[in-house]
Nanobody, 116 residues
Framework: QVQLVESGGGLVQAGGSLRLSCAAS????????MGWFRQAPGKERELVAR????????SYADSVKGRFTISRDNAKNTVYLQMNSLKPEDTAVYYC?????????WGQGTQVTVSS
C-alpha cells in the first residue's frame, strides 16, 4: 500500500514556474514507477509525465515537452514535477500516480491555476 500526498500547487502568472511535490509513504517507494496526470474542468484526466519503470525512461505529453520535468528523490520518498513557462491551458488539478505491476495508487490532487 502506498499513500501519496501532493503539494506545491497554487496561482501563478503565465510564464511563471511551479514545482509540485508528491510525498509517498511506504518502504518500497523506489520500486514504483511514478507519474503525474492532470484534469482540467470538464475534461478527461490526461498524462503529463511518467516513468516507464522506477528511475527509467520518462515520457511527456506533447503539450508540456521542453517545459516540464519529472524527477524523483528515493531518499526522500518524493517525486517532483518542475513546471516552467506555464500557460493558462496548464490550469488543472494535478495528480501523482504510482504503479507497480498490477497495483496503482493516486494522490488527492493539487490545484494549479495559471492566469493570463
Amino acid at each position: 500500500q502506498v499513500q501519496l500526498v501532493e503539494s506545491g500547487g497554487g496561482l501563478v502568472q503565465a510564464g511563471g514556474s511551479l514545482r509540485l511535490s508528491c510525498a509517498a509513504s511506504g518502504r518500497t517507494f523506489s520500486s514504483y514507477a511514478m507519474g503525474w496526470f492532470r484534469q482540467a474542468p470538464g475534461k478527461e484526466r490526461e498524462l503529463v509525465a511518467r516513468e516507464r519503470w522506477s528511475g527509467g525512461t520518462t515520457s511527456y505529453a506533447d503539450s508540456v515537452k521542453g517545459r516540464f520535468t519529472i524527477s524523483r528523490d528515493n531518499a526522500k520518498n518524493t517525486v517532483y514535477l518542475q513546471m516552467n513557462s506555464l500557460k493558462p491551458e496548464d490550469t488543472a488539478v494535478y495528480y501523482c500516480n504510482a504503479r507497480l505491476r498490477l497495483s496503482e495508487y493516486w494522490g488527492q490532487g493539487t490545484q494549479v491555476t495559471v492566469s493570463s
